[in-house]
Structure formats: structure tokens, C-alpha cells
């Protein structure tokens, strides 16, 4: 009997602490004010670029005449664009054949309007691709004088 007596008081305080939070009408509200919003960094493609097209394998050496590196003015790059034809799956591949001092490349492939992916240090990244896209492919890092070869494929998606 006390169980059903408690549980009577606690719904009858329940249903009193609700009653004091009837909706309101809707001209009993203010306007909404508003609140500014701070748009995200828009992703920034070099102006200094080599175009390519998949497939392409490239050979290069840095020097000091490249870009300081977006971002990281420490460190010099070289980029490379791709613009996609198709969708399909862009691989870049970057591989150090003479370096310094034992030195390995980064590589990282931006999307136009989105996010820089990186691939592991010396080694590979792949991106979905969408039609009409450009796709940025930044060998990073690079001391002059370090010779790179970079290889780059599409794989198809298969549409199920």
C-alpha cells in the first residue's frame, strides 16, 4: 500500500511540474536573433602546378626554385592536378630515389572544395573521385636536391 501511495504523490508532483510548462503561444516568443557564423577555411590549390593525367609516372628532382609548401612555408613542394574525367578511385604514389641524409616524401591529395588526404610518409594515398573535380596531389617536405618518382592510376568503381 505505501508502494501505491508513493507512486500516487510522485505522478501528482510530476503532473504538476509539467502543468507549469504548457506551451505558449506563439507571439509570446522573441524572434529569433541571429548568430553569426564563421565559414570554414576554403581549401587553398596552389597557383603553381604541373598538370597530369592519370597514369602519368614522373621523375623529378627538387630544387630550391619550388613552392614553399601551403600552409608550412618551412618546407618546399610540388604540386601536381589531376581533373577527373569519370568517378573512379585516384591512386598517387610517391617513391624516393636519391635522397638526403635518408629522407622520405609525403604525399597528400587535395580535392577541390574538400579535404587534403594524406597517405603514409613515402608511400601511397587514394581518394574517390567525382566527375568534373580537380584533384590536387602534393609531394611534400622535399629538401632540394632529393629526386622522387611519382605514380598516379584510376581504378573504375563498379556500379552494382
Known amino acids: 500500500m505505501r508502494t501505491l501511495l508513493r507512486c500516487a504523490v510522485f505522478f501528482g508532483l510530476l503532473t504538476a511540474a509539467c502543468d507549469r510548462g504548457r506551451p505558449q503561444p506563439l507571439s509570446s516568443f522573441a524572434a529569433p536573433t541571429s548568430v553569426p557564423v564563421t565559414p570554414a577555411a576554403p581549401t587553398v590549390l596552389s597557383d603553381r602546378y604541373t598538370q597530369i593525367t592519370p597514369g602519368d609516372v614522373l621523375n623529378r628532382r627538387v630544387t630550391t626554385d619550388d613552392p614553399l609548401c601551403v600552409g608550412f612555408p618551412e618546407f618546399r613542394c610540388q604540386y601536381f592536378r589531376i581533373t577527373a574525367d569519370n568517378n573512379g578511385l585516384l591512386e598517387a604514389g ?55 618518382e611519382l605514380r598516379t592510376s584510376i581504378r573504375p568503381t563498379v556500379s552494382r
Open 94 to 148: 610517391v617513391m624516393t630515389i636519391r635522397g638526403i641524409g635518408g629522407q622520405l616524401q609525403d604525399v597528400s591529395v587535395l580535392e577541390s572544395g574538400g579535404a587534403d588526404i594524406w597517405g603514409l610518409v613515402g608511400g601511397q594515398v587514394s581518394i574517390a573521385m567525382t566527375p568534373g573535380k580537380i584533384y590536387q596531389i602534393t609531394v611534400w617536405y622535399a629538401e632540394p636536391g632529393v629526386e622522387f
